[in-house]
């Protein structure tokens, strides 16, 4: 298994701006959220997070695991409503997942496994023994949790992102409440199911009295192949997904796309991402009666390979001037790949999964689809520009129904001793 | 990976006696179902199932891989209803579903994947280039196969065996229509959910117009620990489960307990197991406030040691006249551990699964619990008396409910050139 790869590429090393800073706020080891920019970490998170256990990925750092981290074989996605009226319960709720999250991310129970036989558990212990299977728990805050019906419920509605807003309404949304919206989210991916369930499962379970269950969706991809090469995952209807991805070990790519930079907004979203969740619904036994050459024109590139259409390799630029003999463009206008592109200023950070819940006992046929998972720095320049263009004219939407949306604020990293939310909260 | 263990034990072994009934017939190589037991394979086989292709278990044998093969990580299992009315259709389904299972069992797309482009791709797509993760897809025929609303269907029902028959109604039952009975089954598993799914959904695919889906249910489980051993998995309640089960690699065992012997019933089932399956909702919020104390009496069990109380070790022999100073038994009378052992006589090879769909929207509690599989060789003896004892008494009731419910006969296995099911139909 590849280690902590791009969690300690994008966490583990200082950079020599971050260096400069810390020396300016007075030398190694500054707490985070001193600045209020919650963008410094301490020497000592980058040496623990290169120590190199097998198969985990660490937890501290000045960004969250789970976004720029290698996208794992498996997600559980859960949205949650927040029960509590009381911010100071809030804050006691993100210290204790902290605290569970950063134990389960190393393989580690949240609490001794059996030591008082007349108390539950503290661990619900269906992962005891197992690997951490590089499991990552990413937190996220939903417009709600600032205002709900134009309640400001913890007095927090004057530190609301104005980027953090729910979503427009796209034409052919088909979006249902059971699987939209939230509070609060939590993304745990993990190599092994049973592993990245056991996390959600024992956080939603410190949070009893506190949070809800709003819905929760669990999800898997493959990017490893036989010949352990890495290669783009394929989708439900066999095609490379996230073919163009900004690079995450490219430092300025990933402060230019996904994470949230000082003065961008509130600064205690600095060293954050924005996560926008679709879940989408693919109809797969239309799309299997459907000939190749139509599936290969409604994605704009060849199935086999991944290249776009008129053109050899997968990572090639695009070359969207490129003509048929006839003087038709070989990408169409209306193909997924030509409209996801537009201009090409957009991007995101794509990290989707497949979901299958079995069958669908309205239809008969696979409840299936594309756990549409994106994170970025500025939603209104990236996911709704390129969504826009896609919800009008895709040729794609044939074959697929938005049913469920949500956004969140995934919340800045954190270094031992602090706690997820702390800039937002204190 | 462990590669092909089991079932190379299992089925790639000839044995003596098998030896001397393949030279009686006419040597090496003789055509399964030529004696009507399907109980011979030629040496070809023997050969091909221990090349050792990576993460590959071999397909054709004695018997169906997915029985005794060591339990992969994941699960997808499908129950179908037969649409067609015609026998000979049934014939070439399952003629083109074996050649189908035997490539995806090699990790090789169902037919060439992009070679016509005004057709739809033979294969689905979604798992091209994966590793074939120990896939193994394993067909079973329902009782309904046979007989339906008083018709024989397909002129088998002479052929139907006793023991294939519904599950009596045991107490506290709640079972779904949704979620029980098939005419046929699929258990695809693999170590990776996305090699599973692809294989049920091209199988589904084979089968339009001939059979339908009736349910589905993906499900998880890991016996690999973080050290590398195997250990029994735990259930979502924390507990080992499956510690006494059949020895697998023990010929004389699982031919007693796993494997339908000549004679039994039906040649046709020869080599063949029964297989039932229980969706049992786990309400593990429940559980989850509940003392160790009660948990671990209503086991009988230790959690973390997998031990029977009152002993020191997992597979220790259960003793059971242990008593507590007070005078009561250690493993109490009501616990799962007593009741499931009962006089020790049955036993049946389970190979169970936990799932987690997501949220149950009536209550607001993730949707979780075990999909339970179990193989064997006479229901009426095994499954169906241990049940009876669970269904009356077990403590662990309290916790758990029968949502779903099915019994199918799994086939015979099948060598090159023959097909699953050729010594029912023929």
């Known amino acids: ?117 007349f108390l539950p558990p503290k661990d619900t212990g269906e992962a005891a023994g197992l690997s951490a299977s590089n499991l990552t728990i990413t937190f996220g805050v939903g417009p709600s949790l600032f205002v709900k019906d134009n309640q400001d419920r913890f007095g927090l ?95 300025n790519q990933v402060n230019e796309q996904v994470w949230v930079q000082p003065g961008d907004g509130p600064n205690w979203l600095a060293g954050g991402s924005y996560l926008v969740v679709r879940r989408i619904q693919m109809f797969i036994e239309v799309w299997d009666r459907t000939n190749l050459k139509e599936q290969e024109a409604t994605f704009g590139r060849y199935r086999d390979s991944g290249a776009a259409l008129g053109q050899k390799d997968e990572f090639e630029k695009l070359d969207l001037k490129h003509k048929h003999a006839n003087g038709s463009y070989s990408i169409p206008g209306d193909s997924h790949t030509r409209l996801s592109h ?27 689809g594309l756990l549409f998972l994106c994170f970025q720095r500025t939603p209104s320049k990236q996911f709704i520009p390129i969504q826009k263009r896609l919800s009008e004219m895709d040729k794609l939407n044939e074959y697929t129904s938005h049913r469920g949306s949500a956004m969140f604020a995934c919340l800045p990293g954190t270094k031992q001793g602090g706690f997820i939310g702390e800039t937002l909260f204190n």
């Not at 969690?7 to 500054?30: E, P």
């Not at 537009?342 to 299936?368: C, H, V, W």
């Open 1 to 117: 298994m590849a280690k902590n790869e791009s969690n300690s590429d994008s966490q583990g090393t200082i950079s020599r701006r971050d260096m400069l800073k810390t020396a300016g706020v007075g030398g190694i080891g500054v707490l985070i959220g001193a600045s209020g920019l919650g963008g410094l970490m301490s020497i000592t998170e980058s040496k623990a997070s290169s120590t190199g256990a097998k198969e985990v990925v660490s937890y501290y750092g000045k960004h969250q695991a789970g976004i720029t981290t290698k996208t794992q074989n498996n997600v559980y996605f859960i949205a949650l409503d927040v029960t509590t009226s009381k911010k100071e319960d809030l804050v006691k709720l993100f210290k204790e997942w902290t605290l569970a999250a950063a134990l389960m991310s190393e393989g580690k129970p949240v609490g001794e496994l059996s030591s008082n036989e």
């Open 157 to 251: 509605k004057q530190k609301q992102p104005k980027e953090l807003a729910d979503l427009p309404k796209f034409p052919l949304d088909a979006l249902e409440e059971e699987w939209s919206g939230g509070d609060l989210c939590i993304q745990a991916c993990a190599d092994d199911l049973q592993v990245a369930f056991h996390a959600v499962r024992n956080l939603i379970r410190i949070a009893r009295g506190k949070a809800i269950l709003k819905w929760a969706q669990p999800g898997f991809q493959r990017t490893k192949h036989a010949d352990a090469k890495e290669g783009t995952p394929r989708n439900l209807f066999g095609f490379k997904d996230g073919t163009v991805n900004p690079d995450v070990k490219n430092e």
């Open 342 to 368: 537009g201009n090409g200023s957009e991007q995101i950070l794509r990290r989707a999964f497949s979901y299958s819940n079995g069958m669908d006992p309205k239809t008969g046929s696979f409840d299936a």
